[in-house]
């Protein structure tokens, strides 16, 4: 079982949803796969994308994607769908795609704005790349423009990954991108490049998305291709990650992996993770032979053989290693619908066709993406069942899956805990 509910969480239970959650918490067994409610039920859904999701970061692209003034891209989760513009003066800005006029969507994908404007479809409504509402058609002469922007969202920009809350008051991010500074600066993101990008719709619930990204227990069976490259998971993995830390003071280089994932985040900020794994002997590189099939990133002397995660939130993951790197950044779109979007970088000045070829680059992660996308969603037929009950964790490969849901159901815990009087009443 979890800790116990405390005094004010069980009597603060008298909203419907916020009961629900409350027997089902207390009922839950400690390293358990959750019970099924949490997985299908679109009232939870509701209340964890509302009092949990929203004020953490989520990854929408890489600076990269809007190199230029006027390109932006969309980014959707949930219900909501987010405008990411680079503007005159080079800076970037995130905003609601809901037209100030009568809600319309404005921009449906990403793109190249026409005389740096955001015109809506609808009625033809303009907005600058920063928001503000430029001209509003057939309006009064007198009409408020300057409070008929759109609604602007806190981002930040962490070795070119653009982070955005669309919560007013978003969860401290600065120890995140100090994390990040620390371990992707020697590959120096900040000015690598997007190559390729896939967008996979997992007809799965997100947690059971996040659940099998944090383990690694099936790849032997799910993921030969991987399991050929990388020495997670080995019984020697342990003397491998040793090897490592040698070959990385060889090479004169520093790398600050910290552990504020989960639980360990500090109250009030966002979680963040960072580490170094070893490939097995021999790889340099999660390729088809294990040799690189890209230039050296950054500012690494020589390719490694090991690649580098970071972790921002409960979505966002990135694996890089010396000659490419991924993004995975999963958005949840309903209670049994979640979609990843799966990005390749590469060093920024490399040239297609010369310096790389693209399908050598996403070979590895197009095969395992799609995987992984098998696995989840058959997890999630299973969920569906009358049969279902939640299993045990195996630890200690499981562990950080059940660090995960440790996490969210204290992060429900909470914000049951914390709903306001009306909803509780
Ligand atoms: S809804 Fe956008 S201009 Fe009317
Ligand atoms: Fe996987």
Redesign the pocket.
């Given at each position: 079982m979890l800790d116990k509910p405390n005094r004010n969480f069980l009597a603060n239970n008298s909203s419907p949803i916020g009961n629900t959650i409350a027997k089902l918490i207390a009922n839950q067994p400690g390293d358990y796969s959750l019970q099924q409610a949490f997985y299908t039920s679109p009232e939870i859904y509701r209340f964890e994308i509302d009092n949990v999701l929203m004020k953490h970061w989520h990854c929408v692209g890489h600076q990269s994607q809007i190199a230029e003034a006027g390109q932006y891209l969309v980014y959707d989760i949930d219900k909501e769908s987010i405008i990411v513009t680079r503007a005159q003066d080079g800076e970037i800005y995130a905003m609601s795609n809901v037209?100030?006029?009568?809600?319309?969507r404005?921009c449906d994908g990403s793109g190249k704005a026409e005389g740096n404007t955001l015109v809506?479809?609808?009625?033809?409504?303009s907005y600058g790349l920063d928001g503000s509402l430029q001209h509003a058609?057939m309006m009064p002469r007198n009409f408020d423009k300057a409070s008929h922007g759109l609604t602007r969202l806190p981002v930040r920009v962490a070795q070119g990954l653009i982070l955005v809350s669309l919560s007013e008051s978003p969860l401290e991010i600065d120890t995140a991108i100090q994390t990040v500074d620390g371990i992707y600066g020697n590959y120096d993101w900040a000015n690598a490049k997007v190559i390729h990008q896939n967008k996979i719709t997992f007809k799965a619930n997100w947690k059971l998305a996040l659940e099998n990204q944090v383990e690694c227990m099936h790849c032997g069976p799910a993921h030969p291709e991987f399991s050929d490259l990388h020495g997670m998971g080995l019984p020697n993995e342990a003397q491998l990650r040793q090897e490592l830390v040698e070959r990385t003071k060889a090479l004169d280089l520093n790398f600050v992996c910290n552990d504020l994932w989960a639980l360990n985040a500090p109250e009030g900020h966002e979680m963040t993770f960072a580490d170094r794994v070893p490939m097995k002997p021999g790889v340099l590189s999660a390729t088809s032979d294990g040799n690189p099939v890209a230039p050296i990133m950054g500012n690494l002397p020589a390719h490694d053989g090991a690649f580098s995660l970071y972790y921002v939130g409960p979505h966002n993951h990135f694996i890089t290693y010396s000659d490419y790197g991924g993004m995975f950044c999963y958005s949840p779109k309903s209670a049994d619908e979640t979609t990843l979007t799966f990005t390749w970088l590469v060093r920024g000045d490399a040239k297609e066709g010369v310096d790389y070829h693209r399908e050598k680059v996403t070979w590895l992660w197009d095969v395992t993406s799609a995987a992984d996308k098998k696995i989840v969603e058959d997890n999630h037929l299973g969920v569906l069942s009358r049969f279902y009950n939640p299993g045990p964790y195996a630890l200690p490969i499981e562990y950080k899956t059940a660090r995960f849901t440790k996490w969210y159901l204290e992060a429900m815990m909470r914000a049951v805990e914390t709903l306001p009087a009306e909803d509780a009443a």
């Amino acid at each position: 079982m979890l800790d116990k509910p405390n005094r004010n969480f069980l009597a603060n239970n008298s909203s419907p949803i916020g009961n629900t959650i409350a027997k089902l918490i207390a009922n839950q067994p400690g390293d358990y796969s959750l019970q099924q409610a949490f997985y299908t039920s679109p009232e939870i859904y509701r209340f964890e994308i509302d009092n949990v999701l929203m004020k953490h970061w989520h990854c929408v692209g890489h600076q990269s994607q809007i190199a230029e003034a006027g390109q932006y891209l969309v980014y959707d989760i949930d219900k909501e769908s987010i405008i990411v513009t680079r503007a005159q003066d080079g800076e970037i800005y995130a905003m609601s795609n809901v037209c100030r006029h009568r809600g319309s969507r404005i921009c449906d994908g990403s793109g190249k704005a026409e005389g740096n404007t955001l015109v809506c479809p609808y009625h033809a409504w303009s907005y600058g790349l920063d928001g503000s509402l430029q001209h509003a058609r057939m309006m009064p002469r007198n009409f408020d423009k300057a409070s008929h922007g759109l609604t602007r969202l806190p981002v930040r920009v962490a070795q070119g990954l653009i982070l955005v809350s669309l919560s007013e008051s978003p969860l401290e991010i600065d120890t995140a991108i100090q994390t990040v500074d620390g371990i992707y600066g020697n590959y120096d993101w900040a000015n690598a490049k997007v190559i390729h990008q896939n967008k996979i719709t997992f007809k799965a619930n997100w947690k059971l998305a996040l659940e099998n990204q944090v383990e690694c227990m099936h790849c032997g069976p799910a993921h030969p291709e991987f399991s050929d490259l990388h020495g997670m998971g080995l019984p020697n993995e342990a003397q491998l990650r040793q090897e490592l830390v040698e070959r990385t003071k060889a090479l004169d280089l520093n790398f600050v992996c910290n552990d504020l994932w989960a639980l360990n985040a500090p109250e009030g900020h966002e979680m963040t993770f960072a580490d170094r794994v070893p490939m097995k002997p021999g790889v340099l590189s999660a390729t088809s032979d294990g040799n690189p099939v890209a230039p050296i990133m950054g500012n690494l002397p020589a390719h490694d053989g090991a690649f580098s995660l970071y972790y921002v939130g409960p979505h966002n993951h990135f694996i890089t290693y010396s000659d490419y790197g991924g993004m995975f950044c999963y958005s949840p779109k309903s209670a049994d619908e979640t979609t990843l979007t799966f990005t390749w970088l590469v060093r920024g000045d490399a040239k297609e066709g010369v310096d790389y070829h693209r399908e050598k680059v996403t070979w590895l992660w197009d095969v395992t993406s799609a995987a992984d996308k098998k696995i989840v969603e058959d997890n999630h037929l299973g969920v569906l069942s009358r049969f279902y009950n939640p299993g045990p964790y195996a630890l200690p490969i499981e562990y950080k899956t059940a660090r995960f849901t440790k996490w969210y159901l204290e992060a429900m815990m909470r914000a049951v805990e914390t709903l306001p009087a009306e909803d509780a009443a």
